[in-house]
């Protein structure tokens, strides 16, 4: 580690998710725009995604070493490319997340069954949330559609295939050692990380605040939510410097867990919130909105298990368990 | 230990109870019919409830040592009594259950805020479960009253009188120390635990069916929840033999927490159970039955919570946890 210089680490690992990068978006476009390719597609626009990300964390996390207006200006770029594109996936999951919780919440216990008398409301409650997140994903498709034409596109693009050429590492820093002056950035990150989990406000208890949210909108159920976003994005940026450092062995394996559970914390919590959303849609039928308050509440209740989760990686000895 | 003769043992514990018993219903006559004086009567019926179970576990375990169709007829009647007196509280804690998970769920999570805004759905579910639980409650308490003034009370009232003074425990066994004739009866009575224990049904995950549930009103919600109220008298009968045996050690402080997640169990499906209801009212708003469904949700959630509880305490060392 100590031969490797930041100039070959830093550069190396940003043109390696650069070209990954690249590679997915001619994928995308030889595949999209025709109904037999459309799954390849996505799963080129994800692959597309994650180089993003890695780009964007480590342009955050190694900026000292960087052409720093340079890194800001092509972050808040890439962060907007990302943002778009990660809009139509995360409405797709949000439906089929919350149809299996209905399927689950409504299927007949016994195992046999029709259950055609049962589940009135949980058909129409799944009825209604095809309906709207449907509708926000074909909107979500059609502007991520419209970006990947725009100039601004373009200019990222661009921006990118220089990057799997050449990044702007600071020259005098690029003559040392990778683990002189890349290392205690990612040990910065890793500070960052740790703090902020334990500041994690302790949750009053699973769903407590769920009906104050489900009406109000604003309320620390999200508060708390954003608390918790907030540690999943630093567990990320942590993993994507160890990546860059070459060093994913030790922590890693608990990281990637861990992100995992922030990951369904953060999909939980969006669901819960689709849920309450379409249980604020006018002259539903009673049961209905009496369908999506048990959903509401199912998927606090993943919220509230995740978070059990995560604690469990983060304090495997059982010290101080948060929720 | 092996002093005592199971007729000493026996029929002490029996009159203890019986003259328990006695006591509690003279306190409950002299407080009854007073607003004053309305928490003594309602303790007194507590007391006497608590003094009927054990009577009741009692005749139960120990059977083979008493006179078998006397047992049998009274315990019957003990149970009448018993079940008929716990319906007013039991409808009381209900509603109490109900309005505080209310409270917790729409509480402005911020901590301050009035709150009037929010919380519509979750007021008006609150004041329609009053409404329903307040007539249950009332209508449970004229039934005890006019059970407290019927013959077929007077009897119980007077075999219980009898059973104060002397026990119809069988007169071999009776000379016989209760280390040998007890004890295997509670040993019986403690497998029949453990085997309800192993037998209990691996639950899907919470809130699993919860739907099913609410619309369906026969389900396995309820039917597993049955297995676990079963445990819940088992460990009781347990309880309850060790006592009659002097044997209050050891096991028992497990077995009391035990009780302790069993009854919240009980309490929890019950209360789950009315909210579901309550949700089935015909033309409720739509914001009302969303809070009944998270209600719902929120008290089968207690439901699972209570069994993990029990499971914790069952298998201390972590060996197969249930649920």
Same mark, same amino acid.
């Given at each position: 580690?100590?031969?490797?210089?930041?100039?070959?680490?830093? *550069?190396?690992? $940003? !043109?390696?998710?650069? =070209?990954?990068? $690249?590679?997915?978006? @001619? $994928? %995308?476009?030889? !595949? =999209?725009?025709?109904?037999?390719? *459309?799954?390849?597609?996505?799963? +080129?626009? @994800?692959?597309?995604?994650?180089?993003?990300?890695?780009? !964007?964390g480590t342009l955050h996390t190694f900026r000292p070493l960087l052409d720093a207006d340079w890194a800001e200006r092509?972050?808040?770029e890439l962060g907007w490319l990302s943002g778009l594109l990660a809009r139509e996936y995360a409405y797709a999951a949000r439906l089929s997340r919350l149809l299996a919780a209905l399927h689950r919440l409504s299927a007949p216990a016994d195992g046999h069954g029709s259950g055609q008398d049962s589940g009135i409301g949980a058909a129409r409650a799944g009825a209604l949330l095809e309906r709207q997140l449907t509708l926000s994903r074909t909107r979500a498709h059609s502007a991520a559609l419209r970006a990947l034409g725009s100039a601004r596109f373009h200019a990222v693009a661009d921006g990118v295939a220089v990057l799997a050429s050449e990044a702007p590492v600071d020259a005098k820093a690029a003559e040392r050692p990778a683990s002189a002056v890349m290392r205690p950035l990612a040990e910065l990150a890793h500070r960052c990380l740790i703090e902020s989990v334990d500041a994690l406000p302790l949750g009053p208890g699973a769903l407590a605040h769920t009906l104050a949210a489900a009406e109000e909108r604003h309320t620390t159920e999200g508060g708390h939510d954003t608390a918790w976003h907030q540690v999943r994005r630093l567990v990320r940026l942590v993993r994507y410097a160890q990546e860059a450092l070459g060093a994913a062995g030790g922590d890693s394996t608990a990281l990637v867990l861990a992100s995992h559970h922030l990951n369904? %914390?953060?999909?939980? +919590?969006?669901? +819960?919130?689709?849920?309450?959303?379409?249980? @604020?849609?006018?002259?539903? =039928?009673?049961?209905? *909105?009496? =369908?999506?308050?048990v959903l509401h509440a199912d998927q606090r209740h993943e919220v509230e298990a995740a978070r059990l989760a995560f604690c469990r990686i983060w304090h495997p000895r059982g010290e101080a368990a948060h929720g």
């Open positions: 580690m100590t031969r490797v210089t930041a100039g070959e680490a830093l *550069a190396g690992y $940003l !043109n390696g998710q650069a =070209a990954e990068l $690249l590679r997915s978006l @001619r $994928l %995308h476009d030889e !595949n =999209a725009g025709s109904a037999d390719t *459309a799954a390849e597609a996505t799963e +080129a626009i @994800r692959v597309l995604r994650r180089a993003a990300r890695r780009i !964007n092509f972050s808040a369904r %914390h953060r999909d939980a +919590a969006g669901a +819960a919130a689709a849920a309450a959303a379409a249980g @604020r849609t006018p002259r539903i =039928a009673p049961a209905t *909105a009496y =369908a999506l308050g």
